[in-house]
């Protein structure tokens, strides 16, 4: 299984755009990069997943280089309610998922 | 919104008690997990399911055990609960594919006195 890295954890302020890179030297050709969300006491919430280049959705958009070894998570215009911890997750279908620390993003007014 | 449901929300038991932790998904997924989370801390896989009659053991080596006996069905069940078992306990469902998506219940909270 890929292993990640991602910040431990980071500071922004509302309005501002928000961009977390997670590290994965080691991805497989068939893993794709999934990111969740997770608000205190609640289990996490899938926000956007990409295999190649540029993914983006209604929340979210996900930058992936052309040789993958990482992937950066961008949230335009933050709000308070954006504070949460943000996982990168790397495998396929075929494997279990391995949650790892996550960053925790502190939105302030 | 995906469907996934955790009861109960809240658990406050005392040590010896037997305890299961029930999960259902609407959805027709064939994997389910169980992920253990300490407040402020990493989800730890502790059992995984395949399908019906298929559990696997986790990551994380846990006292509790798990059954598949249903698609929709996921329950974990700790026999004698200890006071290091009090921990927040998240079950997810997905998929078989390559681009696995997991959907996660709202979690149930043990605490063992």
Redesign the interface.
């Known amino acids: 299984l890929a292993k990640t890295t991602q910040p431990i954890s980071m500071d922004s302020y509302e309005g501002q755009e928000v961009n977390i890179t997670c590290s994965h030297n080691n991805i497989a050709t068939n893993d794709y990069i999934t990111w969740y969300q997770q608000f205190p006491s609640q289990g996490p919430r899938f926000i956007i997943q990409g295999y190649k280049t540029k993914v983006t959705n209604e929340v979210a958009s996900l930058f992936i280089p052309a040789d993958r070894k990482s992937s950066t998570l961008s949230l335009p215009r933050v709000s308070l309610s954006d504070t949460a911890v943000y996982y990168c997750l790397v495998g396929e279908g075929y494997s279990t998922l391995t949650f790892g620390k996550g960053t925790m993003l502190l939105v302030s007014p | 919104e995906a469907d996934i449901y955790q009861t109960p929300r809240y658990l406050v038991i005392g040590t010896g008690k037997k305890i299961t932790l029930e999960c259902s998904q609407t959805m027709g997924h064939d994997k389910m ?1 169980w ?1 253990q989370q300490d407040p402020g ?3 730890h ?1 502790i059992h ?1 399911s395949y399908g019906v009659n298929s559990t696997e053991k ?2 994380l080596s846990s006292e509790s055990t798990v059954s598949r006996i249903r698609t929709e069905h996921f329950p974990l069940t700790l026999e004698s609960a200890r006071p290091s078992h009090t921990s ?1 306990y ?3 469902s ?14 149930t ?1 043990l605490s063992v006195l």
């Open positions: 997990y992920y801390m990493e989800l896989l995984y986790g990551d927040q998240l079950c997810a997905s998929e078989v594919g390559g681009n696995e998506k997991l959907f996660f219940g709202s979690g909270q």
